[in-house]
């Protein structure tokens, strides 16, 4: 397949992911990065949730084993990279964070400082933010140059799309590095540009708009 060729070829065809949040984003992009062959680290305040969320995310692995969507070796390395992470020190060779916490800036940037000191100074700290500013958050967290955003959809398995998004700031070789990760993991790959929604929620928010003012009415 394309994927498997992409990855192949890719010098980020294998790597060592922390994911931040085990809540059913986080959960679906460790799942898609241990398909893909990345060694995905789940990282939650609440520990029985990250264990939980491993354990659905190895049962879905398995169901893809059992429809010949994968091999059933292959299903078994990639339940073996989905790994419980223990404090921020997993951070430690890490090649990518993906922060899929609450959206809140203030949240995510108190959350992402913790593993800033342990995390290497080449890995490329994403967010999986559907709307907040990329150029903020890196400006916040003192790293813009290496911060992205790295938007997948729910549930992140099944969805191809994923809209990488650069700051103002950031690195052009951590776009293009983060755009061949996702296309590693068999995604496809949309550049969107810093603004509120990027592209698919910009979109979108007439639509919304409109059912509020249709209801508002009284239709």
């Not at 893809?64 to 059933?72: D, I, T, V, Y």
């Not at 342990?118 to 890995?123: D, R």
């Not at 500013?133 to 099944?158: C, I, K, Q, W, Y």
């Amino acid at each position: 397949t394309a994927a498997t060729a992409t990855a192949s070829t890719s010098p980020d065809s294998t790597g060592t992911l922390l994911v931040l949040g085990a809540g059913t984003m986080g959960a679906g992009i460790a799942q898609v990065a241990a398909v893909g062959g990345w060694t995905a680290r789940v990282l939650d305040l609440d520990a029985q949730r990250a264990e939980a969320a491993l354990a659905a995310a190895r049962g879905r692995i398995d169901r893809l084993a059992e429809k010949g969507r994968l091999q059933p070796e292959d299903a078994a390395a990639a339940r073996d990279r989905l790994v419980l992470a223990d404090g921020p020190t997993a951070a430690a060779g890490c090649d990518l964070l993906i922060e899929a916490i609450v959206e809140d800036l203030d949240v995510k940037v108190a959350a992402v400082s913790e593993l800033l000191p342990h995390l290497p100074s080449t890995a490329i700290i994403a967010t999986n933010t559907s709307s907040l500013s990329v150029t903020d958050l890196g400006e916040r967290l003192g790293v813009p140059t290496r911060t992205v955003g790295m938007h997948f959809f729910n549930p992140a398995p099944l969805l191809k799309l994923v809209e990488v998004v650069p700051g103002t700031a950031t690195d052009p070789e951590v776009t293009a590095r983060t755009r061949r990760i996702a296309e590693v993991w068999g995604k496809v790959v949309a550049i969107a540009g810093d603004a509120p929604g990027f592209i698919v929620n910009h979109v979108a928010r007439p639509y919304y708009l409109e059912a509020f003012r249709v209801l508002a009415d009284g239709v």
